[in-house]
Every structure is written in C-alpha cells, then in structure tokens.
C-alpha cells in the first residue's frame, strides 16, 4: 500500500479546519466575508506545491477597517478579489457608484491596450505643398496633430531640420496647424473650470500650446525666412510628407500612470475614438469604445458613466466592481498585463505611491493607480497577499474633507491583505 502524499495529508487536514470554522459561523452573518477564498487556496498547482490557506485574521482586519465611524459620513466603495483563487475575498458597498477620480485612468489605459495595443504610435506629421525653386519653397508647410502629448523639444527640432534638408532658405507660403485629428472643445465634460486642466488640443509641444509660434521661431533661428504666417487648415490631400514624428503607446503609459498625467489620459481617450476612423473624433465615440469593453465584460454601460479618459470630470461614476472587473480582464490577458504592470506606480518606490505604503510586508508589493479630486480619494490596483496569491482591489473612498484619511484608510487596507 502506497503512503500517502505529505501534501494531501495537509489538504484535509486544511478541509477538515474549514468545516469546523464553518460550523461555528452564525447563521445572520454579514455578507462581507472571504467568500470560498480558504477552500480554493487549498489546492494543488500543476507543479504539486502547496499553497498556504488565506490567513484567517485577515478578515478581521478588514471588518474593523470598515466599521469605523468615518463611514457614517463618508462613502467607499472596496472590492478584493484573489485571481489566484479566482473568488471575491472582501466587499463592502462594491455596486455604490463613485466618482473614481484618476483610477478612471486604468479604464482608460486598459481599454486602450486592449483596442490599440502596446505598439500604437501618436504620430505628429508634416508635411509641405508647392514647388521648391532656388533655395525657397513656393509654398506651405502644413502640421499635422495626432494629439501626441510627448512632442517635445526633440521632435520639434527634427521638424526644423526636416525642412533644412530640402536646402530652402525661404517659405513663401504659410505656416498651417491641421487640427482635424479631433473636435474644438479645449476642456472635458464636466471639468472644474479652477481645476489644473490640460489644453486638449491635437498640435502641442512641451505639454503647452504654443506649437506654430514655437516651430516658426525655431525656423527663423535655423536661418530659415517665413514670408507668410499662421493659420489654421486640414492639409491638402497632395501634400507631400516631411517628416513623422511618434511615441508608442508604452511610452505615453508610463507618464499617465506613475505620474497620473491627465494630457497623457486624454490624448490616450481620444486615440481611442480616432483610431476607429472617426475623422474629429468626439468625447462621445471615444466613450463608446469604453462602454464596448464594459459591455465586453457583462456590464450594462448605461449604469455607469464615462465622462472623460482622465478621471478629472466630476461627472464620471463607476464602482468598485467595475474596477477591478477592468483589472481582472487585464490580468487574463498577458499583453495587456505586463504593459499595464510596468505603467502603474510602485508602492515606497515611485510614481504617485513613492511615499507611500513603506511597511515590510507593502513596500514594493502594491502596484496600483492613485486618485484625487476634492472630497474624493482612491486605489485600485494588484499586490500579492502573504499565502503568495495574487490580488485585485479597488477602493474608492468619496465625501472625505481630508484627503489624507482616505488615504490612512486605504494603506490600511493594503497592509491588512499583505500581512501575515
């Protein structure tokens, strides 16, 4: 007779301390329980190790973090679920709809990966109508937005050169912002007009919209005499390219996260609806692109609102369900989550969680999207929990005067799932 394995000795060992536990739960118990986690922790992987049960007191942690008399003024709105386990571990008000704040930022990225993928390029063209005759150009020069928030100092002195290289001296011609990559409106839905608000215009550079004033400087100091001036046109459709400048979506990712930049998210929100082949793309179709992945994942879009890509309208509302809905797509699917692992901020490292989340067992281990807006604060984002599984969890917390008891209330929920 063959001795049974040291490992299936524990599992029922581990079955047999579950039963017991389950029988001594009272009946009116509240639903915001580790619902299946212990059971389904208590597996054996393709590899035969064992993976240690969810730690008993890690709910007991949660319940007094939630029963605290800051709720009975204040909302939030946690979801925890164990991708290892593939099971909601914690809840509590998970359908109360929100305002996200920048987490609306990880909807946004992921539908974006998910649509466009890692190599996407915001391209910023140039292109030149007319003739070249004696060292001058009989014509214009026409500049092409794609809504790259990374033009910077660099690609604007590729411009410059691009057209040097035609060995001209003088433009007799204009020189033309072509603006139709999307629509007029300079400011999102429902932005506070005394908030910090990116400029969202297609042609930017340095973040500031001063492109045509800068590029015409840059032209004139390069030797370079413009007869004519600035305007505003779609480019021609015999118009010859000059010069293409881009960055991928990985590079515009990074700076949207970790730094929770809101042009970057925007920018990223409108290539959603342009690259659709919207020509002026809106707010509104970019948002259906959104609602699509939404719809995607068995929600109805009509019980949530997308206002803009960056989280800073005041009209936006989701809920923690749908959050981490959103990161456990990205999580089955490894082309979205690698690229959005590597974009989100590190907790005690960098981006917007640099000082914060310094504990032993926190540091390095939560990977997520913060969110602020006045009387809003959240996260939402992945770690791993001390068994060695792998978590979601968004936390919204909304009707905070201080954004640094959210704040208190959020690390606190990290470190309760990542302590032993």
Same mark, same amino acid.
């Given at each position: 007779?063959?001795?049974?394995?040291?490992?299936?000795?524990?599992?029922?060992?581990?079955?047999?301390?579950?039963?017991?536990?389950?029988?001594?739960?009272?009946?009116?118990?509240?639903?915001?329980?580790?619902?299946?986690?212990?059971?389904?922790?208590?597996?054996?992987?393709?590899?035969?190790?064992?993976?240690?049960?969810?730690?008993?007191?890690?709910?007991?942690?949660?319940?007094?973090?939630?029963?605290?008399?800051?709720?009975?003024?204040?909302?939030?709105?946690?979801?925890?679920?164990?991708?290892?386990?593939?099971?909601?571990?914690?809840?509590?008000?998970?359908?109360?709809?929100?305002?996200?704040?920048?987490?609306?930022?990880?909807?946004?990225?992921?539908?974006?990966?998910?649509?466009?993928?890692?190599?996407?390029?915001?391209?910023?063209?140039?292109?030149?109508?007319?003739?070249?005759?004696?060292?001058?150009?009989?014509?214009?020069?026409?500049?092409?937005?794609?809504?790259?928030?990374?033009?910077?100092?660099?690609?604007? #002195?590729? @411009?410059?050169?691009?057209? /040097?290289?035609? *060995? $001209?001296?003088?433009?007799?011609?204009?020189?033309? &912002? %072509?603006?139709?990559?999307?629509?007029?409106?300079?400011?999102?839905?429902?932005?506070?007009?005394?908030?910090?608000?990116?400029?969202?215009?297609?042609?930017?550079?340095?973040?500031?919209?001063?492109?045509? #004033?800068? @590029?015409?400087?840059?032209? /004139?100091?390069? *030797? $370079?005499?413009?007869?004519?001036?600035?305007?505003? &046109? %779609?480019?021609?459709?015999?118009?010859?390219?000059?010069?293409?400048?881009?960055?991928?979506?990985?590079?515009?990712?990074?700076?949207?996260?970790?730094?929770?930049?809101?042009?970057?998210?925007?920018?990223?929100?409108?290539?959603?609806?342009?690259?659709?082949?919207?020509?002026?793309?809106?707010?509104?179709?970019?948002?259906?692109?959104?609602?699509?992945?939404?719809?995607?994942?068995?929600?109805?879009?009509?019980?949530?609102?997308?206002?803009?890509?960056?989280?800073?309208?005041?009209?936006?509302?989701?809920?923690?369900?749908?959050?981490?809905?959103?990161?456990?797509?990205?999580?089955?699917?490894?082309?979205?989550?690698?690229?959005?692992?590597?974009?989100?901020?590190?907790?005690?490292?960098?981006?917007?969680?640099?000082?914060?989340?310094?504990?032993?067992?926190?540091?390095?281990?939560?990977?997520?999207?913060?969110?602020?807006?006045?009387?809003?604060?959240?996260?939402?984002?992945?770690?791993?929990?001390?068994?060695?599984?792998?978590?979601?969890?968004?936390?919204?917390?909304?009707?905070?005067?201080?954004?640094?008891?959210?704040?208190?209330?959020?690390?606190?929920?990290?470190?309760?799932?990542?302590?032993?």
């Amino acid at each position: 007779m063959k001795r049974p394995h040291f490992a299936f000795l524990l599992l029922l060992l581990t079955h047999a301390h579950l039963a017991l536990a389950q029988s001594e739960t009272p009946e009116n118990a509240e639903e915001n329980t580790i619902t299946c986690a212990p059971l389904r922790a208590a597996i054996f992987l393709k590899d035969s190790t064992f993976t240690l049960p969810w730690p008993q007191n890690v709910q007991q942690r949660l319940d007094s973090i939630v029963a605290s008399g800051q709720f009975e003024t204040t909302q939030m709105g946690l979801l925890v679920y164990d991708l290892t386990a593939d099971s909601v571990l914690f809840r509590f008000n998970e359908r109360q709809l929100l305002r996200p704040a920048s987490t609306m930022k990880l909807l946004t990225a992921i539908t974006a990966l998910d649509r466009l993928g890692s190599r996407y390029r915001f391209r910023t063209r140039l292109y030149y109508t007319g003739i070249i005759d004696s060292c001058a150009l009989r014509g214009s020069l026409y500049c092409r937005g794609g809504m790259d928030p990374a033009f910077s100092a660099g690609d604007m #002195a590729a @411009f410059v050169e691009s057209v /040097r290289s035609l *060995g $001209i001296d003088t433009i007799f011609g204009n020189v033309v &912002a %072509d603006l139709s990559m999307k629509e007029d409106k300079m400011w999102g839905e429902g932005w506070c007009w005394d908030d910090d608000n990116p400029v969202l215009k297609p042609l930017l550079v340095g973040k500031k919209d001063r492109f045509l #004033a800068r @590029f015409m400087q840059e032209l /004139r100091d390069s *030797g $370079i005499v413009v007869m004519g001036d600035t305007a505003t &046109a %779609d480019t021609p459709s015999d118009a010859q390219e000059l010069c293409t400048r881009y960055h991928n979506m990985e590079e515009i990712l990074r700076p949207m996260m970790k730094n929770s930049d809101n042009l970057f998210a925007e920018s990223t929100f409108y290539q959603l609806a342009a690259a659709s082949g919207h020509r002026r793309a809106t707010a509104g179709q970019a948002r259906h692109e959104v609602n699509r992945l939404i719809q995607k994942l068995g929600f109805q879009p009509s019980d949530y609102y997308v206002a803009d890509g960056s989280g800073l309208s005041l009209y936006n509302y989701v809920t923690a369900e749908l959050e981490v809905a959103f990161l456990r797509y990205a999580y089955k699917n490894s082309a979205i989550y690698v690229n959005l692992l590597a974009a989100l901020p590190k907790s005690g490292t960098d981006g917007t969680l640099e000082k914060r989340l310094n504990g032993d067992y926190v540091r390095g281990n939560v990977q997520a999207k913060t969110g602020t807006l006045t009387g809003v604060s959240s996260l939402a984002g992945y770690l791993t929990a001390a068994n060695g599984h792998r978590l979601c969890f968004s936390i919204i917390n909304q009707g905070q005067r201080k954004g640094s008891t959210a704040r208190a209330c959020q690390d606190r929920i990290c470190e309760a799932l990542c302590e032993p």
